[in-house]
């Protein structure tokens, strides 16, 4: 994964790194709480998002922008959050730790018949 350990991603950010990127320019709290739950049929909390994305800007995965003020949210801001060159770098570590786990496991533990 990383080379040190505050740059380990855990699951649940690994997923919110990974719906960042997919959202790309709509990446902000709810969307992302939204798609996570829609993609993995969990229920998850607002504020653990916001605990993650937090975790994620400060090891630099992240960056975020405020957005402009809109009426449907009383004149609140989004914040958007875009991946970053290190995000996509640790994405990519953590996929590709995972498919070669993966592909080391000997074939004839998929015989299930």
């Not at 004149?75 to 498919?99: C, H, M, P, V, Y």
Request: hydrophobic share 35%; no cysteine; aromatic share 8%.
């Amino acid at each position: 994964m990383g080379s040190t350990k505050g740059n380990h991603l855990g699951e649940f950010e690994e997923l919110a790194l990974l719906t960042v990127g997919a959202l790309f320019d709509e990446a902000y709290g709810v969307a992302i709480m939204d798609e996570i739950a829609s993609k993995t049929g969990r229920k998850v909390n607002i504020s653990a998002v916001h605990e993650v994305l937090k975790r994620l800007e400060k090891k630099g995965f992240v960056q975020s922008r405020m957005g402009g003020a809109t009426n449907e949210r009383g004149g609140r801001r989004k914040r958007f959050f875009t991946l970053t060159f290190e995000g996509k770098k640790a994405l990519d570590q953590s996929i590709g730790l995972r498919n070669e786990l993966y592909n080391s496991i000997p074939k004839l533990t998929f015989n299930f018949s």
